[in-house]
């Protein structure tokens, strides 16, 4: 048997009826399994579905069956009973599933008597094409029960589905594992074959599962379980290697200018599993992104929707980072990336997060990174991490600073409102390495360190203190210098050799807890180490364009900052308008999981035809709630209920939720439009009405005037600090006639009641109008109110306790942007018959 066969053979499972385990007999044998963790078995669900409805639901209990060698060498069968804890998707009831199992066909099995179980290692990124693969599984294929294994290559993909080329699988390999022969890794669950080629199910679905309220605990657990075990096996003496050590020799983890072995990997995932999941994608995304910023010295947002869901996949993302240099190629900093992105996680937790985590665990997460920063080859990328850990209760090695050299908040820690700073050098300044300016080793540094110090393990290290404002960076820097870089951005020459590796350190539980941040967010100095980088906000942008053939063309992006702008999904061909709530919910839904980290809550700008101003966009859920039931009805009786998902709230009771112009944001801005702008933005904005009408009048049946231009008069002679308000829809009649002469006389700002309603309510909705106006005081004022106004609207007995009237919508369409989107949306003509 091969290597790989060797290393396999004791994580590979079979699964069957409950009984003798290694019976031949095919009925009783229902497919392969492989374990992942202690005790945890991953495999198809529609190979524990062949025990039925009750082996699903963990009622009836299974056989697994296994090898393990001893001391001399010799292999002796293993068994224990599993129950099927995961299995995704349940069969619904007694129902039989679909053939074949719907994706993602992925099943988790307790193993008892497994907990000592040596187990493979799951690959925590897509693999590259043609990737070499080994394919393992239990058969019985030649009449003689044993391991099969067969080689091939990834051929594709298809939809939701790996598709192999090569040894294609057979009966029995079902829920095997399809390894990453370079790396490996386990990138794929055995699912069966088409007439010319295997389908795998990819192992990164399993990640997908964690968004699950049913199975996402239970998968978090077991991928916990997964890292804790392979760094525990880096220090434990074994008859023969450990998963780590075998892949140190593969070809993917052969020294190639990247300092990112396998055994780093291992310790790092070891201490990132012990800490607090990320609460979403995005914040995991923009540390991400920070740090790519930080080490390229540019900031450039992947054009890939990245949604990743745990930290260690947040590293996996920089793996093989470069700079950027012209004519492609560049120097290898995936290493520099992935210790910044470690320190930076530690940061964010011990702010914001510390209750919790045990505070040991997290102190030997940050003594581990010092230790790296500490024997760095690059004497700016240490500095940069000390800086990072600084501040952090005293962990981490780094006692006794006091806050010297840190930058709180947005200039380069994990700050609040969605402000995430990047950290760069001046070229030629502070962080420079010897003759490009910075200081060689042994020479003094500001604040009394000395370059090229190592220090003790857990012991005080010093870092240059913020240096005050005469010391400013030497002539030629900037911002946008990348970290690493000395004269004209060229590369600094590698220092000394890291220093080696620090243990896994896993101690019990901390009886005093993790102390919290003292420090308060401050402007970053001159001259500090730590540069800030912009803004790195994210919100997400809909647009539906005009109706063509009845349907409107969509799509959803990502807004980076207020500049880039990275794709989520859209249809050029369109839906109805009543189709788009459907349709745009799971889009959006993916968009703000990207949005949304820290304390940002990304906002929703929606570009519409006038037509659809009405459609109610803050009324839309990411998850339909209970039918029939509105905004707090039903919640008093839910005993059982006891899990809050935020995402089943209306989303503009949550979020910003407004309304933009599509066509006029294809246009360059008007005067008129950019002076009303100006206007709202100072303020103090003055309640009108958007007939011109006086407010008591409301919208009386058969109400506006004629002419060209009925309204144009009354709105351009308003002051720039107007807000019109309208009460009643604006998608058709005198409110659509209105609207247009608003945006042509440059109104960016507008109110209006989008519901049917009694005209006699009019008044009352002008009052709260010009009530909540008044109280928002200029433009970037009104997101909270509005929000506030919206929670009470939605409960029918708050709102008639204060007299509050209507569904309220916003135009809140500012010319100062860039015109995101402004591309043609329209689908191609209709085919002529026949062609």
């Known amino acids: 048997m091969s290597a790989f066969g060797e290393m396999v053979r004791p994580s590979l499972a079979r699964i069957g009826a409950p009984g003798d385990g290694y019976a031949t007999d095919r009925d009783a044998y229902w497919g392969s399994g492989f374990f992942i963790a202690p ?24 056989s697994v069956s296994w090898q393990e060698r001893t001391a001399a060498g010799v292999w002796e069968p293993r068994s224990g009973t599993g129950t099927a804890v995961v299995v995704a998707p349940r069969p619904a009831g007694a129902q039989p599933p679909r053939d074949p199992w719907p994706f993602p066909d992925l099943a988790l099995v307790r193993v008892t008597g497994a907990d000592a179980v040596r187990c493979l290692w799951l690959g925590d990124r897509e693999a590259g094409p043609r990737s070499p693969l080994g394919l393992y599984g239990w058969s019985v294929q030649t009449g003689e029960l044993g391991i099969r294994h067969g080689t091939g290559e990834l051929a594709g993909s298809d939809a939701r589905a790996l598709l192999l080329a090569g040894s294609l699988p057979i009966g029995g390999l079902s829920g095997g594992p399809v390894l990453d022969l370079r790396h490996g890794s386990v990138i794929g669950v055995i699912k069966g074959r088409r007439r010319e080629e295997g389908v795998a199910v990819p192992v990164t679905a399993l990640y997908e599962l964690l968004d699950s309220r049913e199975a996402g605990r239970t998968v978090r657990e077991v991928l916990r379980a997964h890292d804790l075990h392979h760094a525990r096996l880096l220090d434990l003496p074994s008859p023969y290697p450990d998963w780590t050590a075998f892949q140190a020799a593969l070809p993917g983890h052969l020294p ?7 055994g780093l990997r291992t310790r790092l995932y070891g201490h990132l599993a012990q800490l607090p999941p990320p609460a979403g994608a995005g914040e995991v995304v923009h540390l991400v992104e920070d740090v790519k910023a930080q080490v390229r010295g540019e900031r450039l947002p992947s054009l890939v929707l990245r949604n990743v869901r745990t930290w260690r996949e947040g590293a996996a993302l ?14 290898p900093v995936d290493l520099d990336a992935v210790l910044l992105y470690a320190a930076r996680v530690a940061r964010r937790i011990a702010r914001t997060r510390a209750g919790e985590v045990d505070a040991g665990r997290l102190r030997a997460f940050t003594e581990w990174i010092a230790g790296q920063a500490a024997g760095h080859r690059h004497w700016a990328v240490g500095e940069a991490i000390r ?15 006091d806050g010297a050299g840190s930058v709180e908040g947005g200039g380069g820690a994990e700050g609040g409102e969605g402000l995430s700073g990047g950290l760069t050098a001046p070229a030629g300044g502070p962080f420079a390495e010897g003759p490009a300016g910075g200081p060689p ?3 003094p540094v500001p604040g009394g360190a000395v370059a090229g110090a190592v220090p003790a393990q857990g012991g005080a290290v010093d870092v240059p203190a913020p240096a005050g404002p005469g010391d400013a960076p030497s002539p030629g820097g900037h911002a946008g210098t990348p970290l690493l870089a000395g004269p004209a951005g060229a590369p600094l020459p590698p220092g000394p050799a890291p220093a080696p590796l620090a243990p896994l350190s896993i101690p019990a539980p901390a009886s005093v807890p993790l102390p919290a941040p003292t420090s308060t967010r401050a402007p970053a100095e001159t001259g500090s180490p730590l540069t800030p980088t912009p803004d790195t906000r994210t919100d997400v942008l809909v647009k539906v364009g005009p109706a063509t053939y009845g349907r409107h063309p969509w799509s959803v992006q990502l807004v980076y900052g207020g500049r880039d702008v990275t794709p989520v999904d859209g249809d050029d061909l369109g839906v109805r308008a009543e189709e788009l709530a459907r349709v745009l919910r799971e889009p959006l839904a993916r968009a703000l999981s990207q949005g949304d980290h820290g304390e940002h809550l990304a906002a929703i700008e929606v570009f519409l035809p006038r037509k659809l101003f009405d459609l109610p966009v803050d009324e839309w859920q990411l998850l339909p709630g209970p039918a029939g039931a509105g905004a707090g009805e039903g919640d008093e009786d839910d005993e059982d209920d006891d899990f809050v998902d935020e995402r089943a709230l209306p989303l503009g009771m949550r979020r910003t939720v407004v309304v933009r112009e599509v066509r006029r944001n294809g246009l360059p801005p008007s005067p008129e439009w950019r002076r009303r702008w100006k206007g709202v933005r100072r303020g103090p904005l003055a309640h009108q009405t958007l007939h011109g009408r006086p407010a008591a009048e409301g919208h009386p049946p058969g109400a506006g005037a004629g002419g060209k231009y009925p309204y144009y008069g009354a709105l351009s002679a308003m002051s720039d600090a107007s807000v019109p308000v309208y009460c009643g829809p604006v998608g058709s ?33 002008h009052r709260q109008a010009a009530a909540l ?20 609207l939605a409960d029918p007995d708050t709102a008639r306790a204060h007299g509050l009237r209507g569904k309220i919508a916003v135009l809140f369409d500012p010319p100062d942007r860039s015109p995101y989107g402004t591309e043609s949306m329209r689908p191609p003509p209709l085919a002529a018959p026949g062609g």
């Not at 078995?41 to 209990?61: D, F």
């Not at 800086?387 to 600073?401: H, N, R």
């Open 733 to 765: 009649g005198e409110g659509y006639a209105a609207m247009r002469d608003a945006l042509r006389s440059g109104h960016s700002v507008v109110l209006w009641r989008r519901d049917q309603h009694d005209h006699g309510e009019c008044g009352d909705f």
């Open 441 to 443: 080793p042994g020479a």
């Open 318 to 331: 920089l793996y093989g980072l470069r700079m950027l240099e012209p004519g492609g190629g560049g120097t």
């Open 39 to 62: 005790g945890w078995l991953l495999t198809c669900a529609h190979v524990v579905g062949k025990g039925g409805a009750a082996v699903c639901r963990g009622e009836s209990a299974l």
């Open 387 to 401: 800086a990072l850990l600084d501040g952090m209760g005293g962990m981490g090695g780094m006692d006794g600073m």
């Open 256 to 262: 190639s200018g990247s300092g990112i072995t396998a």
């Open 773 to 792: 106006l008044g109280l928002a005081g200029h433009a970037d004022g009104l997101h909270g109110p509005i929000r506030d106004l919206r929670i009470r």
